[in-house]
Nanobody, 116 residues
Framework: EVQFVESGGGLVQAGGSLRLSCEVSGVTFDDYAIGWFRQAPGKEREGVSCISSSDGLTWYSDSVKGRFTISSDNAKNTVSLQMNSLKPEDTAVYYC?????????WGKGTLVTVSS
């Protein structure tokens, strides 16, 4: 069973930084993508960033490109999201996500609040 331990959310002022971490266990797939989605109040869940386990390729949504950086430590089974230049519109619950073949697994989420 794939399980996640997410950490790093909190309250920060606009322009500040936060670092989210997600430690994942129970992964039996050889090839998967792991990353982050977010859901703001009243809005649909949206993809933020992900990284491929096989080749390290990364993807970012246009709204965070240039501000957020995803990284992974395969030895520690951890994926991190460094979030800089945060904006009030980044306020959301951030969910760690792992996608393999047709399966998708979700963490419980961590709240990020950016005050103006």
């Amino acid at each position: 069973e794939v399980q996640f331990v997410e950490s790093g959310g909190g309250l920060v002022q606009a322009g500040g930084s936060l670092r989210l971490s997600c430690e994942v266990s129970g992964v039996t797939f050889d090839d998967y993508a792991i990353g982050w989605f977010r859901q703001a109040p009243g809005k649909e869940r949206e993809g933020v960033s992900c990284i491929s386990s096989s080749d390290g390729l990364t993807w970012y949504s246009d709204s965070v490109k240039g501000r957020f950086t995803i990284s992974s430590d395969n030895a520690k089974n951890t994926v991190s999201l460094q979030m800089n230049s945060l904006k009030p519109e980044d306020t959301a619950v951030y969910y760690c996500n792992l996608a393999a073949a047709v399966m998708r697994y979700w963490g419980k989420g961590t709240l990020v609040t950016v005050s103006s």
